[in-house]
């Protein structure tokens, strides 16, 4: 019998901030398994707000072509296989995006490992904490920012699941750890992770001022996932020697390549020897399996906390993401499909 | 007899770019030579660009006081001497600025070694390509930019001091060499040291595209002289994991805090993995003594070559600064004292 499937599409490319009407929900009929392929059923997508870049400009090499399946990671569960590695009921993850079902030849999915996942570790923690969000904050933290005892690292979005987890390691690793996130509630929770202090950047008239006076000997460490005015801030806060790490630009994601804000104080690399670099974390993917197994270990043992906010259905993919962009979510965002 | 000594003071301010005005010539009668005191008659000094930033805002810590004299690095003789390791006659450097003569307790001064100071090394080097600008393109270069063989290597004010080191250092490690300059001549100037293509960049009305058209298989290594839009135009045409070295921002000394322009393409540090990093060479101070001897042999080989732009009388030093901010000079900008 032939499976139904629904997956959103990019139906057009959003200018700004991206609208229902720029996704559509589709039903489709999928093929019959062939031969080593495997039919995954969806059990939890992840919504994400990098994933916006890819939506915009079609001179992008990295560009959504219109009519494609959006992206992301999601985990499910094997409801056949002619694939010899997989059986029915084996719990999966891979990138197959917002859909209800895949069809995979087993390339680029992975089982989850049943001595990992148990009690704290959840089977969603693979598409979050030991995702690619975690893996974000594990190598940008500690490969891009070189966190020594005693250093300060200010974080930005600090109640999303990366600054979350990168505030968590900076202080397992015995740095003054200063969040920066958009409401109280925010605020309350990050320090609940054990930040030191945090900054409600919505009531920060002067956000220089504001990082000055949580980060009174400076900052020698930013992990940035917001970019533009919040970047320049923190610069003017640097210590000689800082390091940026360039995780995410939230705030420029919306804006067109004309209307990039950027950053103005290029100067301050020369005067205080700063350092800034980008990551993505997949160039680390050989050193992904150490890194969960790791943090795994660091979650038994509860010294890593993860957050999830998950909506149940399908049909409320893009009105997650959208929400994303207000400032909505608390934690790793996903959609709870079946 | 006392001596008389003239020397160039910040008189006022600069707004914009520097003027006449900002600076006053003054003629001061100095001391008697004080216990392990040294009297230095300037032959040359330098007029560096990067002052500038110096002469402005009162609020930054390094600013230069009203009535001080204008910093450089210069070179002299022993005039006199009641310290043990000086001697009249004795050929020296040091930072004393714009002055026709200058008191010293020999500290922070060094005696040129006639071991390396001959044949095409002449004494005016100690200022210039073994200098600040020098070791500034040497570390820059090769500690920040990491060169590998086959990289390519974009440079801008490539006929300035700093820039012709660094392109004829990359040149040595193998790297295809792109210079951006502002006219003909030097860019035919800065062939003939070996770079393999120029940029006239006052030409190129898409400097983004002059770019991409001088640097076919992108750019690996900027290094950076200008900012603003000329390194908004490189970042954009920089390859994967490419590396940015901020060794000067010319095109944003003259501008106030409010008035920088900065870059606008962070995002492309996520998308692109790039690196940019601050360079202030007394960081190496404990490598000037390596890195002079082993440009010292490049030059005697003939493989590195320096050019000056000397002009003749301590009068005309605020001139000559000013006019490099109107892309004046040709190679090292000194002047000629006595």
């Given at each position: ?9 990019l ?12 996704f ?6 999928l ?7 495997l ?11 990098g ?7 079609a001179?992008?090499?990295?560009a ?9 990671a999601?985990?499910g ?7 010899e590695?997989?059986?029915p ?18 390339r680029?999915?992975?089982k989850?490992d ?8 959840r ?16 190598f ?21 699941p ?10 397992m690793k015995?740095?003054t750890v200063v969040?920066?996130a958009g409401s109280k509630?925010?605020c ?28 009174p ?5 930013y992990?940035?996932n917001?970019?533009a ?6 610069i003017l ?6 390091r ?33 670099e ?8 050989k ?11 660091w ?5 890593l ?19 994303l ?7 790793r965002r996903?959609?709870?499909?079946s």
């Amino acid at each position: 019998m032939p499976t139904k499937a629904r997956r959103w599409v990019l139906a057009s490319r959003p200018q700004g901030k991206p609208k229902l009407e720029n996704f559509r929900l589709e039903e489709i009929t999928l093929p019959d398994l062939g031969e080593h392929e495997l039919l995954i059923r969806t059990e939890y997508h992840s919504v994400d707000p990098g994933m916006r870049s890819r939506l915009s400009s079609a001179s992008y090499a990295a560009a959504l072509p219109l009519g494609e399946t959006i992206d992301s990671a999601m985990s499910g569960i094997v409801e056949a296989s002619n694939n010899e590695k997989f059986k029915p009921g084996d719990r999966v993850t891979g990138g197959f995006g917002w859909v209800s079902h895949a069809i995979s030849n087993g390339r680029g999915i992975q089982k989850l490992d049943p001595a990992l996942y148990h009690g704290k570790l959840r089977p969603t923690a693979a598409i979050g904490v030991l995702g690619i969000p975690g893996l974000t904050s594990y190598f940008g933290l500690l490969d891009l920012g070189h966190p020594e005892e005693g250093d300060t690292v200010l974080i930005s979005s600090a109640a999303g699941p990366v600054g979350a987890t990168a505030g968590q390691i900076a202080k397992m690793k015995g740095c003054t750890v200063v969040g920066i996130a958009g409401s109280k509630d925010k605020c309350d929770y990050v320090r609940s992770l054990g930040f030191d202090r945090t900054i409600n950047y919505r009531e920060a008239s002067d956000l220089r001022a504001a990082i000055a006076e949580a980060c009174p000997g400076g900052v020698d460490i930013y992990f940035d996932n917001v970019g533009a005015e919040m970047l320049d801030a923190a610069i003017l806060n640097m210590n000689e020697h800082g390091r940026i790490v360039v995780s995410g630009q939230v705030s420029e994601y919306n804006r067109a390549d004309n209307e990039l804000h950027g950053i103005r104080n290029v100067t301050r690399f020369i005067t205080h020897r700063l350092r800034m670099e980008g990551l993505v974390v997949f160039d680390y993917f050989k050193d992904f399996r150490a890194a969960q197994t790791e943090m795994a270990g660091w979650i038994h043992e509860g010294k890593l906390v993860y957050t999830e906010d998950i909506s149940a259905g399908l049909e409320n993919s893009a009105k997650a993401f959208i929400g994303l962009f207000e400032g909505e979510n608390h934690g790793r965002r996903l959609i709870k499909v079946s």
